[in-house]
């Protein structure tokens, strides 16, 4: 017998990463009806509510979610168990939606609870569920992009129930807990309906009114939901356009509300076109280097947390985020932010270059000079001009984001032409996509005699500070608007009096980094 001795070509890295790393997307869906407590009226819908969404979200087409766990008619411990369990393994990659479908109600205190089978009205803080708690509970979960959705009402009405002694709803409490609403990249708490307001049932319909809306953006009307045409369709995507049709249902009696904080790509996709999901759903980081590189053994942290050690892989969420990177000794390597677009592999030291920004850089910007000064020369009241900017920055110790320059700047105006050679010495940091500098310049210019051939022109030295104010557009490219301030001790009249002369300069242009 006889055999190859070869082998299929192998994967890249960046597929090889794509195959083994994807993260898992997981739902709890809960729908209750019927209740044990007299008190409690059942609802209709419910139920259905939760089996429409369970099916949505496991859709391979659709939600594409690798594991949902849908329970009806479940009582406290059921549900208590199945959020537990949930727990146990999720990772910052992952996406998790906790969507539930039942009566809500609050106590003599205020507080609000959702309602299970047992649920007891006599007993409510050990027989029902503490929103407050739940909202709690949840943001501590591990995911960044995840989506608490609650169809349940606390007025009394609706798709709720309120004890006769319980005060009056006020309007302007909110439905997310204070310690909720320091949420991560990503997170969103949908409600049905806001403070005071029903959440309602429609027979019509055959499910509760936001539900049905919710699902008509996950599926029916895909395409309109899905307003910035990515493919898919997130949860504030689909709150938007389950909010404006339960308004309109319902005659402005029901109004959706919601609280999200959405950083970069981090809102959560719940349904889509599964290469879509995927770019939404993770950044791969990595490195394998030898020992003797300078990131063996380094650790990456973003936004605070430890997400592991180099050599290997780490997944990211996609969006803005703060990065550190410290030595095997816990020095610091690097820090700043960067931005991780989803599906992007991004080996280790081009994340440390990307945190660190732009060691060096060459801009090119329009510049209008104004004001008194050497304008007064000229029978213009601006000079139209540019500059040619050569920086260096350092990324190392205590001299972090300290930047040199050299400009080279021209101008005409009227008869008379301008040039000049300025350096500066400042700080520049970025923060998010943002880049702002501050610098001192110092340099000397040259004024063209103009009409008068014979004479010299004027050459004369100036200083003065510089402030700067960019957008970082990718990690090469960024644009920015500079004002500069110098000043100059300056015979302008020749009259042997000199005085200190003022000339600024603001320009607008673009920036190549590296």
Same mark, same amino acid.
């Given at each position: ?42 609802? @209709? ?8 969404? *369970?099916?949505?979200?496991? &859709? ?36 998790? /939606?906790?969507?539930? #479908? ?5 106590? /003599? #205190? ?33 995911? &960044?992009? @995840? &989506? ?45 309906? #806001? ?10 319909? *055959? ?12 599926? %029916? ?18 709150? $938007? ?20 904080? +959405? +950083? ?32 063996? *053994? ?87 001009? *540019?500059?040619?900017? !050569? ?25 008379? #032409?301008? +040039? ?9 940091? $970025? %923060? ?23 004479? !010299?022109?004027? &050459? ?28 100059? %001790? ?9 005085? %200190? ?14």
């Amino acid at each position: 017998m006889q055999r190859d001795k070869a082998t299929r070509p192998a994967l890249s890295t960046a597929e090889a990463l794509r195959t083994t790393l994807e993260p898992r997307r997981r739902a709890v869906v809960i729908g209750v009806a019927d209740y044990l407590d007299p008190a409690f009226a059942p609802l @209709k819908h419910a139920e259905a509510d939760a089996t429409a969404v *369970g099916a949505l979200l496991a &859709a391979d087409d659709a939600g594409g979610f690798d594991e949902v766990t849908v329970l009806t008619g479940a009582d406290r411990q059921d549900i208590t168990r199945a959020l537990q369990t949930v727990r146990r393994d999720l990772r910052r990659e992952d996406v998790l /939606v906790v969507y539930f #479908s039942g009566h809500g109600t609050a106590d /003599v #205190s205020g507080r609000r609870y959702l309602l299970t089978a047992d649920s007891r009205a006599r007993d409510l803080p050990g027989t029902a569920i503490d929103l407050t708690d739940l909202q709690d509970y949840f943001s501590e979960l591990a995911p &960044a992009r @995840k &989506a608490l959705i609650v169809d349940a009402c606390f007025s009394g009405d609706g798709k709720s129930t309120r004890p006769p002694d319980a005060p009056p709803v006020d309007p302007h409490d909110p439905l997310v807990s204070a310690r909720a609403s320091a949420m991560s990249p990503g997170e969103s708490h949908l409600f049905a309906t #806001s403070p005071g307001r029903p959440a309602r049932e429609d027979d019509q319909l *055959g499910h509760a009114v936001y539900t049905w809306f919710l699902l008509d953006a996950l599926s %029916w009307s895909f395409a309109e939901a899905d307003r910035d045409g990515d493919g898919v369709v997130t949860a504030y995507e689909a709150h $938007d356009h389950a909010r404006g049709r339960t308004m309109d249902r319902t005659g402005g009696v029901q109004v959706p509300e919601a609280t999200f904080r +959405v +950083v970069g790509d981090g809102d959560l996709a719940l349904v889509g076109r599964p290469s879509a999901r995927t770019r939404r759903d993770r950044a791969l980081v990595y490195l394998y280097p030898p020992t003797s590189h300078v990131l063996h *053994g380094a650790r990456i942290e973003v936004d605070g947390r430890d997400k592991g050690s180099l050599p290997g892989t780490l997944v990211v969420t996609p969006g803005m985020h703060h990065v550190r990177i410290l030595g095997p000794s816990g020095e610091l390597l690097a820090a700043g932010s960067a931005e991780l677009r989803g599906g992007a592999v991004v080996p280790a030291d081009a994340l440390v270059r990307m945190v660190d920004g732009p060691a060096g850089s060459v801009g090119v910007t329009a510049d209008v000079g104004f004001g008194q000064g050497l304008l007064d020369l000229t029978d213009t009241p601006a000079l139209m001009g *540019g500059t040619v900017r !050569l920086e260096r920055r350092d990324a190392d110790g205590v001299r972090r984001g300290l930047l040199r320059t050299l400009s080279v700047h021209g101008a005409v105006g009227d008869s008379r #032409s301008f +040039v000049g050679l300025t350096g500066g010495l400042g700080v520049q940091h $970025d %923060w998010r996509r943002l880049r702002w500098e501050t610098t001192l310049t110092a340099g000397g210019s040259h004024i063209s005699p103009g009409s008068q051939p014979d004479a !010299l022109g004027w &050459a004369y030295l100036h200083a003065g500070p510089q402030l700067g104010l960019g957008l970082v557009l990718t990690e090469t490219v960024s644009v920015g608007v500079r004002g500069t301030t110098a000043v100059s %001790w300056l015979d302008r009249d020749l009259d042997g009096a000199p005085e %200190w002369v003022v000339l600024p300069r603001v320009g607008l242009g673009l920036e190549w980094s590296h």
